[in-house]
């Protein structure tokens, strides 16, 4: 051990700093021992300076979640006596013991071997402990976002923090599991929804990471319930993305980098994201045109429907909960013509997805509900598929539909589905291309590929995206019957972001994105805590004085994952058959005027 970073203090000066309440008579012997002050033990650096090094600490207790259904340990944190007066190091220390008696506000000293977990910088193996006074106070420091730098994070590691803002939820992905969610001083975006690939968006995603911080709730994964909101979350008490939450007090933790408050305060949610109603029917002589991922609805295998399918729902009980929620959610969307995407490539018969869902429909809102049968068997040859169902009241299917079977279409980017309509009373056609390009995910390992993640934000398959939105625009440029019919809409799920190259080349192809007009905040998506859009509904140049409203309906993208179909069986509380998660993304639509 280097003795220089080690203090002596006399008995009758810590006397006077710490054990004022404390028998002296009967004080542990630990209590006199040499120790090393923990902003020692942190450093000014990502990692102790004195890893896996042996020695005697001591600090006031300020949480204690030592039980194996919590954090295992506690926090302790530096007296002014021991305060080095450095800003860049850290006051607080986590100790790893489970089942410790201590209690907030004890002094204790503690022997033990410097680690660090994930992380964090921690005193494991504990050989010997003792309290040395109790009832001791401790301020926690007041604390805001953003940061100035990531390192901002790390001087505080372990000290009880006062969060002094009011802060947005944006995301909550890991809540079910971890019973987390994340919060910044506002709403954060994808980088490419707003901001250019490359430069502009890799500052912005910097500066995301520098606002934002996860709130835990100190247990162990898989907690049976969620506190938060209060008194605990449900299908009808949900935590949106776009709720706030009250100023409160935390020790703050970290987890691979990933900063988190651990709070010692109750955390208030203020219900500033409320749950929209549904949208109101378009007008007479307007034709909505909308697009939903329905979150892989597969309605079981063969005439006997038998689970679990490839994808979706591993029950029947799943399916029955799922497809409750995808009919409210599109019997309420109000659509005259709805494309859609991840549902069940297995044809068109009475025992299809397809043949079901839009059976349901028409039974559920009384309304003649059709669909485009792009196929004989199935349409592509991947397991998911694009479909296309209309009012058969509202409007017409003219021709046969159409598709694009050159790569990268069906060997990347899912078929489009083309459809050209005749809305009633009118003698004008609608084209309707109906739209699943590559997602992100699955990325190539050569780094050499074009299609590899090329760190500007894009993510990986950018190269196959942007491929397929301009064969997509060529293809309704040279068709010799679509050509001749100026009256189009590009809408699905493009997984791309607003800024990115597949929605600029459709832009740069004679495409707009009438969302900017209406509501340019507008999105569909929520990843890593960030919202975006990767629906969207384009309209070509003759459309866009005639779109009269768009937008989307915010069902599903800021609610948790956990009040989907598929996590009624941790917690029937978490399931109702309404729209609200019933998916992972938010349904866009525009209402044409005709």
Same mark, same amino acid.
């Given at each position: 051990?280097?003795?220089?970073?080690?203090?002596?203090?006399?008995?009758?000066?810590?006397?006077?700093?710490?054990?004022?309440?404390?028998?002296?008579?009967?004080?542990?012997?630990?209590?006199?021992?040499?120790?090393?002050?923990?902003?020692?033990?942190?450093?000014?650096?990502?990692?102790?300076?004195?890893?896996?090094?042996?020695?005697?600490?001591?600090?006031?207790?300020?949480?204690?979640?030592?039980?194996?259904?919590?954090?295992?340990?506690?926090?302790?944190?530096?007296?002014?006596?021991?305060?080095?007066?450095?800003?860049?190091?850290?006051?607080?220390?986590?100790?790893?013991?489970?089942?410790?008696?201590?209690?907030?506000?004890?002094?204790?000293?503690?022997?033990?071997?410097?680690?660090?977990?994930?992380?964090?910088?921690?005193?494991?193996?504990?050989?010997?402990?003792?309290?040395?006074?109790?009832?001791?106070?401790?301020?926690?420091?007041?604390?805001?976002?953003?940061?100035?730098?990531?390192?901002?994070?790390?001087?505080?590691?372990?000290?009880?923090?006062?969060?002094?803002?009011?802060?947005?939820?944006?995301?909550?992905?890991?809540?079910?599991?971890?019973?987390?969610?994340?919060?910044?001083?506002?709403?954060?975006?994808?980088?490419?929804?707003?901001?250019?690939?490359?430069?502009?968006?890799?500052?912005?995603?910097?500066?995301?990471?520098?606002?934002?911080?996860?709130?835990?709730? @100190?247990?162990?994964?898989?907690?049976?319930?969620?506190?938060?909101?209060?008194?605990?979350?449900?299908?009808?008490?949900?935590?949106?993305?776009?709720?706030?939450?009250?100023?409160?007090?935390?020790?703050?933790?970290?987890?691979?980098?990933?900063?988190?408050?651990?709070?010692?305060?109750?955390?208030?949610?203020?219900?500033?994201?409320?749950?929209?109603?549904?949208?109101?029917?378009?007008?007479?002589?307007?034709?909505?045109?909308?697009?939903?991922?329905?979150?892989?609805?597969?309605?079981?295998?063969?005439?006997?429907?038998?689970?679990?399918?490839?994808?979706?729902?591993?029950?029947?009980?799943?399916?029955?909960?799922?497809?409750?929620?995808?009919?409210?959610?599109?019997?309420?969307?109000?659509?005259?013509?709805?494309?859609?995407?991840?549902?069940?490539?297995?044809?068109?018969?009475?025992?299809?997805?397809?043949?079901?869902?839009?059976?349901?429909?028409?039974?559920?809102?009384?309304?003649?509900?059709?669909?485009?049968?792009?196929?004989?068997?199935?349409?592509?040859?991947?397991?998911?598929? @694009?479909?296309?169902?209309?009012?058969?009241?509202?409007?017409?299917?003219?021709?046969?539909?159409?598709?694009?079977?050159?790569?990268?279409?069906?060997?990347?980017?899912?078929?489009?589905?083309?459809?050209?309509?005749?809305?009633?009373?009118?003698?004008?056609?609608?084209?309707?291309?109906?739209?699943?390009?590559?997602?992100?995910?699955?990325?190539?390992?050569?780094?050499?590929?074009?299609?590899?993640?090329? *760190?500007?934000?894009?993510?990986?398959?950018?190269?196959?995206?942007?491929?397929?939105?301009?064969?997509?625009?060529?293809?309704?440029?040279?068709?010799?019957?679509?050509?001749?019919?100026?009256?189009?809409?590009?809408?699905?799920?493009?997984?791309?972001?607003?800024?990115?190259?597949?929605?600029?080349?459709?832009?740069?192809?004679?495409?707009?994105?009438?969302?900017?007009?209406?509501?340019?905040?507008?999105?569909?998506?929520?990843?890593?805590?960030?919202?975006?859009?990767?629906?969207?509904?384009?309209?070509?140049?003759?459309?866009?004085?005639?779109?009269?409203?768009?937008?989307?309906?915010?069902?599903?993208?800021?609610?948790?994952?956990?009040?989907?179909?598929?996590?009624?069986?941790?917690?029937?509380?978490?399931?109702?058959?309404?729209?609200?998660?019933?998916?992972?993304?938010?349904?866009?639509?525009?209402?044409? *005027?005709?």
């Amino acid at each position: 051990m280097n003795n220089k970073n080690i203090v002596r203090l006399s008995v009758s000066s810590l006397s006077l700093l710490l054990l004022s309440s404390c028998a002296q008579l009967n004080k542990p012997a630990l209590c006199d021992a040499d120790m090393t002050p923990i902003p020692h033990i942190q450093g000014s650096g990502a990692v102790s300076p004195l890893l896996d090094q042996t020695l005697t600490t001591r600090g006031i207790v300020t949480a204690n979640w030592h039980r194996a259904d919590q954090l295992g340990g506690y926090f302790i944190q530096s007296a002014k006596a021991d305060d080095d007066n450095n800003t860049a190091t850290s006051n607080g220390l986590f100790i790893a013991e489970q089942n410790a008696t201590v209690k907030v506000g004890d002094v204790v000293y503690l022997t033990g071997v410097v680690q660090e977990l994930n992380g964090v910088t921690q005193l494991q193996n504990i050989t010997a402990s003792a309290v040395c006074a109790s009832a001791q106070p401790i301020e926690a420091t007041p604390f805001t976002l953003p940061v100035a730098a990531t390192e901002a994070f790390e001087a505080v590691e372990g000290m009880l923090l006062s969060l002094t803002q009011s802060l947005t939820v944006n995301g909550h992905y890991q809540l079910q599991r971890h019973g987390q969610f994340d919060v910044a001083p506002m709403r954060l975006y994808t980088p490419t929804q707003h901001h250019k690939p490359g430069a502009e968006a890799q500052a912005q995603a910097h500066a995301n990471s520098l606002a934002r911080l996860v709130i835990d709730d @100190n247990l162990a994964p898989n907690p049976a319930q969620i506190s938060v909101p209060q008194p605990a979350l449900t299908a009808e008490n949900s935590l949106r993305s776009g709720d706030v939450i009250a100023p409160v007090i935390g020790v703050l933790n970290e987890f691979k980098g990933s900063y988190r408050l651990q709070p010692t305060s109750a955390v208030t949610v203020v219900e500033a994201n409320q749950r929209p109603a549904a949208p109101a029917a378009p007008a007479t002589n307007a034709v909505r045109v909308a697009a939903f991922n329905v979150l892989n609805y597969f309605n079981g295998n063969g005439a006997e429907k038998t689970f679990p399918t490839e994808r979706g729902a591993k029950t029947a009980a799943d399916f029955k909960r799922q497809h409750d929620k995808i009919i409210a959610a599109l019997s309420q969307l109000n659509a005259d013509i709805i494309g859609l995407m991840e549902i069940e490539n297995d044809g068109y018969d009475k025992h299809s997805a397809i043949y079901q869902l839009t059976t349901a429909l028409a039974e559920h809102t009384g309304q003649p509900w059709r669909f485009v049968r792009a196929g004989v068997n199935n349409f592509g040859d991947d397991s998911i598929t @694009n479909g296309l169902i209309y009012r058969s009241d509202k409007v017409s299917p003219q021709g046969q539909p159409l598709t694009i079977t050159e790569a990268p279409f069906g060997t990347r980017s899912r078929l489009p589905l083309i459809q050209r309509f005749a809305p009633m009373n009118t003698v004008e056609n609608l084209v309707v291309a109906v739209n699943h390009f590559k997602s992100k995910g699955s990325c190539p390992r050569d780094a050499a590929n074009p299609n590899a993640n090329q *760190q500007d934000g894009q993510g990986c398959w950018n190269a196959v995206r942007t491929e397929s939105a301009k064969r997509l625009a060529a293809f309704l440029n040279a068709h010799p019957d679509l050509k001749r019919h100026g009256l189009r809409v590009l809408m699905g799920d493009f997984n791309a972001y607003a800024q990115e190259d597949p929605i600029q080349a459709l832009l740069a192809a004679g495409y707009y994105n009438r969302i900017d007009a209406f509501n340019p905040q507008a999105y569909s998506y929520v990843y890593d805590a960030q919202a975006g859009s990767l629906d969207h509904l384009l309209v070509s140049s003759p459309l866009t004085g005639r779109v009269v409203n768009q937008a989307k309906w915010s069902i599903n993208a800021d609610e948790p994952t956990l009040l989907q179909y598929d996590r009624a069986t941790n917690n029937p509380q978490w399931y109702a058959p309404s729209p609200y998660r019933s998916s992972d993304h938010d349904p866009v639509y525009a209402d044409i *005027q005709f």
